[in-house]
C-alpha cells in the first residue's frame, strides 16, 4: 500500500544505528528523500553509505551532529532543505537516554544535561523544522523510553525528561493542528539494539531472553517492528492521528507477561 511518502523530505535524529536507522530505512524504502544525523561522524558517515547503496546516493544525506548543541539543529534543518527543497514533511526525534542514576546520585548538573540534549532537542528541532512544514503540512514523531509509564529505580531522569517530551508534544500538536500537521510520540519498549546490548553488557545477569520473559509476547522486539508503525504515523494518510502516546512495547505496558495458575485448573 502507498503511503503516500515518495518524494517527501524527513529527518531522522538517532540515524546511524537502531531505532533511528531502522526508521530512516522504512521512510526511504517508501520513496521518501531522508537526512540522518547523529554525534559521531564516522558512525553516521558508515550508516549513510548502507542506506545510499540501497535507495541511492540522491535519496541519503548523513550529517554528523550534537542533538545537545542548538546551532547543529539548525545546521541540519538548513543542510536538509538544502539538500532536498523548500520542504521538510517529516521529523523524528530520537536519541537514547539520560544515564541510569538513583535520586540521590542525579545532581543538578545531570538534571541540567539530561534536558539539554533530550528535551530541549525536540524543542529546537521543532522549532528549527516548522517552517519549512506549514505549506504543506507533515508530521512530527517523538521516541521516547516506555519507562515513563514503567518507572523504574534508576530512571528518574528518565521518566522526567520524557514526562516533559510527551506534555510539551500534545499541547504542540493542538498548536499545529490547524496547520495539517500532526504530533504523536511513541513509547518505546526492549528491541534488539546496541543500546540495550551496552546496557547487558553493564548488567551480566540480565539478557536479551530475560528480559523477553517479562513481556507478555515472550521476546523483545526488532527495530523493524517500530519502524513499521513509524511508516504509518507520519503517512499524510494518517494526519487525522494526533496528540497520541502509543506504547511499542509486546503488551509490556499492559502488565506482566507471567501467568498463575488458578487451584481449580489443577
Not at 36 to 48: G, Q
Request: with cysteine.
Amino acid at each position: 500500500m502507498d503511503v503516500g511518502l515518495t518524494g517527501k523530505v524527513a529527518i531522522v535524529g538517532g540515524g546511524s544505528e537502531g531505532l533511528g536507522y531502522a526508521i530512516a530505512d522504512r521512510l526511504l524504502k517508501e520513496g521518501a528523500n531522508v537526512t540522518i544525523f547523529a554525534r559521531r561522524a564516522e558512525k553516521v558517515a558508515a550508516a549513510a553509505q548502507r542506506l545510499a547503496g540501497v535507495y541511492g546516493e540522491e535519496k541519503v544525506l548523513g550529517l554528523a551532529a550534537d542533538c545537545s548543541a542548538e546551532t547543529d539543529i539548525e545546521r541540519v534543518t538548513a543542510s536538509t532543505v538544502e539538500r532536498f527543497g523548500p520542504a521538510v514533511h517529516v521529523l523524528v526525534t530520537n536519541d537514547g537516554g539520560p544515564p541510569i542514576r538513583r535520586i540521590s546520585e542525579l545532581t543538578d548538573e545531570v538534571w541540567r544535561k539530561a534536558f539539554e540534549r533530550h528535551f530541549f532537542y525536540v524543542v529546537r528541532s521543532v522549532r528549527a523544522t516548522l517552517p519549512y512544514m506549514t505549506a504543506e503540512g507533515g508530521s512530527i514523531l517523538n521516541v521516547v523510553s516506555g519507562v515513563v509509564e514503567r518507572p523504574a529505580v534508576g530512571m528518574a531522569a528518565s521518566v522526567g525528561v520524557w514526562s516533559a517530551v510527551i506534555g510539551y508534544a500534545r499541547t504542540l500538536a493542538l498548536e499545529v493542528a490547524r496547520q495539517d500537521i500532526n504530533v504523536n510520540t511513541l513509547l518505546s519498549g526492549f528491541f534488539d539494539t546496541a543500546l540495550l546490548g551496552g546496557l547487558l553488557e553493564r548488567q551480566p545477569e540480565l539478557s536479551k531472553a530475560s528480559l523477553g520473559n517479562g513481556v507478555p509476547m515472550g521476546r523483545i522486539g526488532m527495530p523493524r517492528e517500530f519502524a513499521d508503525l513509524v511508516g504509518a504515523l507520519v503517512s499524510p494518510n494518517l494526519r487525522f492521528v494526533t496528540g497520541a502516546v502509543i506504547p511499542v512495547d509486546g503488551g509490556a505496558g499492559i502488565g506482566m507477561g507471567a501467568g498463575f495458575d488458578s487451584p481449580a485448573s489443577k
